[in-house]
């Protein structure tokens, strides 16, 4: 397994830098963000609060009615704990509603059409008081593309975005986040029983090390298999990263005038700052 | 010769030039107040880095009356401050001035802008050919801008010019955060004394904060003297005006006790040099 460790230190100072000029500099004072109880949105939620001020976070809790018990409590724990305004704001009605009468079962679609509840709500919730959506996704599903797209994957900024999921364990033992959320095995919390590295095929560390070694170190599908790791878990993890780059990048558009969106209208994102 | 030296460790305000004008003014003004000698900017200081499409708006020619305001302060203090050049040639550059006395004294072009991975330079900008050590009052100067410090070849045309500083202006995203200290951070450093200890010369490095598009910029500016240690240095991430005083004599004093200049034969470096192109073009 490759060491995947960071200097915390730094890495905390660095993002809580980027979240607050990158709020204030693109004309907000908050950030909204989805608190689940797992481990990335407690981390953001750590990293926002130390570059906004407690006042300048407000969290929302968004259960389903197969979201465990567990997670709304932990959730609503770590708002307390932050002393952030919060909110719960269940969404079994709204979906229930749209699965009943469409008579949805499939699980991936359930999947993200709850992933894209939370979403609709999250930049409402922005719009009204006036703030930008922090994601809490972070590199390991975001390369994967384990996420949903214009779902969870949706936000005006991805503060551990570039940090695998070993290394946000890492971020959040630094900042003494509550030992019960470090411990908790990684779960999108969709179904009951549900589990990140169950659905991926392998561990989180082993994932994040295949990872390290192709997109870090420019290393072959070979190499990595002739370093020893499984070959099966690598290609999937290979055909993954691929297989999700559409979620990646932005839709394409047949190229007609002199200037177009995403080739040759190339204006930075901090335009405003 | 005793020279103080600021180091501008500003955030640029992304394509926002007059924003950025009155930082610079301001900072200047505060360094004329400590009498300091020369102050240093970053690369693109007045503009902010990830500029892209906008490189043509915030584009200006050196003597265009928006730098009225630096040059009249430039009565008092020398200033180096980095912009996007709208050339004669009807190009833009990355370029860096030299203020004294009221006038223009340098102009320079960022020879290797580059154009990889997050880097897309050349997209926007072109690139400079000349490097040359230029008189001023505390000695000879040679300015290089950011990548071109990973270019030992230019440090050593300021050193075959005979420079007593190298001023090397940044905008250097930060990448790496293992060790101690950011890896790029390292790399900067080990270049550096790399010049300083060779070239026996001074390196005043001076690189921005602040965060464009999410590469963020470090900062930890500093002069390192002949001798090999750092003069002085600014903490990372924070923008912060810092002084120093260093002494042109050690440029002296170390080429005495280990006198590398005077057996650099520059006539093998071009017969080699021509050779070798020679042989590479057929």
Known sequence: ?273 | MRVKISLGQINPALGDLQRNLGKHVEFTEKAINDKVDLIVFPELSMTGYSLKDLTEKVALSLNDPFFKPLLSKSKYIDIVFGFVEKGEDKNTYNSAAYLSQGKIVHLYRKIYPPNHGMFEELRFIGSGDKIKAFNTKFGKVSMLICRDLFHPSLAFLSFADNADFVLAISSMPLRGLKGQRPAIQEMVDIACLSYVNFYQLFVVYVNRVGFDDGLGFYGGSFIMSPLGNKNIEAPIFEEVLVSGEVDTEDIFKKRQTFPLSREEDLRVVYDNLKRILEERNG
């Open chain 1, 1 to 273: 397994m490759v060491d995947l460790d960071l200097n915390y230190e730094l890495v905390a100072t660095f993002i809580v830098n980027f979240i607050h000029e990158n709020v204030l500099s693109n004309g907000f004072k908050k950030v909204v963000l989805g608190v689940s109880g797992g481990i990335d949105s407690a981390t953001v939620l750590d990293l926002a609060v130390k570059a906004l001020g407690k006042e300048n976070v407000y969290g929302l809790i968004m259960p389903y009615k197969l979201s465990s018990r567990e997670s709304i409590d932990d959730a609503v724990m770590l708002s307390q704990l932050y002393g952030t305004s919060y909110e719960k704001i269940p969404i079994t009605d709204v979906a229930d509603a749209y699965f009943s009468k469409l008579k949805i079962t499939d699980k991936m679609r359930i999947g993200n059409f709850l992933s894209r509840i939370r979403m609709a709500i999250l930049f409402d919730k922005a719009r009204e008081v006036d703030a930008i959506v922090a994601g809490t996704s972070n590199k390991s599903e975001l390369m994967l593309g384990y996420s949903t797209w214009y779902g969870d994957m949706a936000a005006g900024m991805y503060p551990i975005g570039d940090l695998y999921k070993t290394q946000v364990f890492g971020l959040g033992k630094y900042l003494r986040l509550p030992q019960k959320i470090v411990d908790k095995k990684p779960t999108a919390d969709l179904w009951p029983g549900q589990t990140d590295e169950d659905e991926l095929g392998a561990p989180y560390c082993v994932l994040d090390s295949i990872m390290f070694l192709l997109l870090d170190e420019r290393k072959t599908e070979e190499e990595i298999i002739q370093l020893g790791y499984d070959e099966s878990i690598v290609k999937n993890a290979v055909k993954r990263i691929y297989g999700t780059q559409f979620k990646r990048t932005l839709p394409p558009t047949p190229k007609i005038s002199s200037r177009t969106l995403g080739s040759d209208f190339q204006y930075p994102h901090d335009i405003m700052k």
